[in-house]
Nanobody
Framework: QVQLVESGGGLVQAGGSLRLSCAAS????????MGWFRQAPGKDREFVAG???????YYADSVKGRFTVSRDNAKNTVYLQMNSLKPEDTAVYYC??????????????????WGQGTQVTVSS
């Protein structure tokens, strides 16, 4: 079992930056692929970014060039650096772990473990 805890959300003005963290505990997650998703009110949960256990990354087109995903396996932590934030980035952000560490899945059902989410609000 893996427990995931997100932190770092908050309120920021458009154009600002935030860094989200996702700390994993329990069964080792260093070989898992990790994903970041977000869900805005009334919308489906959508893929934002992912990182393989070996470090390869993939981004949704809507965040490419603005967001950066990284991981520190020694700390069992994954990060999402978000720059040039826009009001449309407002959502609850979730991290998730996929036991198939060599892929970056964009669909939620591939992921085995989820955090509780952290709110990101971008004001215009």
């Amino acid at each position: 079992q893996v427990q995931l805890v997100e932190s770092g959300g908050g309120l920021v003005q458009a154009g600002g930056s935030l860094r989200l963290s996702c700390a994993a505990s329990g069964r080792t997650s260093s070989t898992y692929a990790m994903g970041w998703f977000r869900q805005a009110p009334g919308k489906d949960r959508e893929f934002v970014a992912g990182i393989r256990w070996g470090g390869g990354t993939y981004y949704a087109d809507s965040v490419k060039g603005r967001f950066t995903v990284s991981r520190d396996n020694a700390k069992n932590t994954v990060y999402l650096q978000m720059n040039s934030l826009k009001p449309e980035d407002t959502a609850v952000y979730y991290c998730a772990a996929d036991r198939a560490g060599s892929r970056i899945a964009t669909m939620t059902y591939y992921y085995d473990y989820w955090g509780q989410g952290t709110q990101v609000t971008v004001s215009s």
